[in-house]
């Protein structure tokens, strides 16, 4: 699974995201903002804030963070499956 190795914060909740296999480009969180933890982005400074953390999770603080694997799919527009072959259903018949 590709990890991100760059990010950085955009206007309008969005963000740029960088991973290790060359797939780069901007994810809009609009979605999310304001709403249960996420209501913490609608400080500025706060979002701005965002940095990979030590295992790859894209953080906010010591207390937020979203999937890396997530933000992969919503960039590509890849399905699971596609990323996680384990994920694709056995035939009855194998």
Known sequence: MARPVE????????????????TKGDI???DLAG?????S??????FDSVRLGAHGAIEWGTDLDVCPDAMYLR???KLPEEV???????????
């Open 7 to 22: 990010v950085k914060a955009l206007p309008n909740f969005r963000i740029w995201l960088r991973y290790d296999d060359g």
């Open 28 to 30: 809009d969180l609009s």
């Open 35 to 39: 709403r249960g933890v996420f209501k």
């Open 41 to 46: 982005w609608e400080d500025a400074p706060f």
């Open 75 to 77: 960039l590509t527009g």
């Open 84 to 94: 996680f072959p384990s994920l694709r259903s056995i035939h009855a018949d194998a």
